[in-house]
Structures are given as C-alpha cells and as structure tokens.
C-alpha cells in the first residue's frame, strides 16, 4: 500500500512564519521573508519538547564580516538580532524533531517529554495565543533513517489508540508519553471558521 500524502496527513495544517530583524544601526524593526509551513522541523535541544522550540525560536546575532544584515534604511551592511515568529497559527501544528543526522543519517535516540497540551504563544513568539491538544504521535524504533519501524499513537476521544502495522491496542497516557516521539501532531483548542480540521476516527473494530 502506498503511503498517502503529505497533504492529506497535514489537512489544514498550513501556518507561517516570519523573521523580525532588529537593527543596531538605526534601532528599528522590520518583519521579513514570510514562508508557509506545513511541519515544522526541530532540533533536539534541551530536555523538553517546549525547551527545543524555544531554542528554535530564540533571537539570532548576526555579526562579523560574512553575517551582516542588510538594512534598508541604514542603506548598509549592519549587526541585527533575527528572531523567529509565527505570523499565522495553524490549526494543526506538526513538529518533527530532528532525530537523523546529516552526514551519516544516524539516529539521534533518546526521550524528549512532551505534553498533551502545548501553549504556543508561550514558545513561539506567535501572533496570538492558542492552546493545542496533542492529537497523534509518530515513533521510529531503528538505529537509523535506512532501516528501522514507524508507529503511531493517536488520540480518538478520550482513549489513546496505538497504530502498528495491522494492530490496533489500546493504551494509556502513561504509555504514548513514556515514547520517544519523531513527529507530533497538535490541533488547536479552538479552530477558525476556515481551517476546520475534523479529529480523527475511531477505526471500525477498535477496542473499546
């Protein structure tokens, strides 16, 4: 069986994001090179889920001769801080975190705790505050990206559901929380109107 598109996985996932540059020339701010986003990939840093976005979303220095920015009103190359910011929420916030390297794509292991709620203005320096929920999870068990087994844990209702292969069991918090998660799916608490995304269903014959 094929696997189905990122588009159909991530349905009304899409947010954006932008960088805000701080100017130490003329002390002025400017938001710059708006992308839209469907996941969203993280470094491993800190011991938590909400320590790594905090590292990717922190200010940025940039100095020295070959990092410079550019400032339209200075009309020159500059120091300037950048920083990360979400200028539009999505209702799905996928996160992968980077759990392969590059050179040798060797797996990065380990447990990195997660929560089954996720503040976002918290985190992310977004443009509004929103709670999410965490709906699924994607876990690979391998030493590395060549080789290995992906499962999943998603929430329908109030039960968590583990997806592997042709099985389905259920399990409790206790067990997806205890997983070393490669991708998180957050739905938030209160969509708008126009990016609705419906929960997942219940497959038919699921342990009840």
């Known amino acids: 069986m094929s696997n189905p598109p990122l588009d159909v996985i991530c349905l009304g996932a899409a947010g954006e994001v932008h960088s805000r540059m701080f100017c130490f020339g003329c002390n002025t ?7 839209p986003f ?38 020159g190359y500059r120091r300037a801080s950048k920083k990360l ?21 060797s797996k990065i292991g380990g447990h990195i705790p997660f929560r089954d709620t996720l503040a976002l203005g918290g985190v992310a320096h977004a443009v509004g505050s929103a709670m999410y929920d965490l709906r699924a999870i994607v876990v690979h ?5 060549h080789e290995g087994h992906y499962y999943a844990f998603v929430r329908c209702g109030a039960r968590w559901l583990k997806f592997d292969d042709e099985i389905v ?15 998180l799916f957050y739905e938030i608490q209160q969509p708008q109107p126009e990016q609705e995304v419906q929960s997942p269903v219940c ?6």
């Open 29 to 35: 701010t400017s938001d710059t090179d708006h992308q």
């Open 38 to 75: 469907k996941m969203l990939p993280v470094a491993i840093s800190g011991s938590t889920l909400v320590d790594a976005l905090k590292w990717h979303f922190k200010a940025e220095v940039m100095d020295g001769d070959d990092n410079l920015y550019f400032c339209e009103r200075c009309k």
């Open 85 to 105: 910011r979400l200028s539009a929420l999505p209702t799905l916030f996928v996160v992968q975190l980077k759990r392969f390297g590059t050179a040798d794509s």
């Open 141 to 145: 068990s391998g030493a590395s990206i």
């Open 169 to 183: 069991s259920e399990v409790s918090w206790e067990v997806v929380k205890a997983n070393e998660a490669y991708l």
């Open 203 to 208: 497959p038919t014959g699921a342990p009840s």
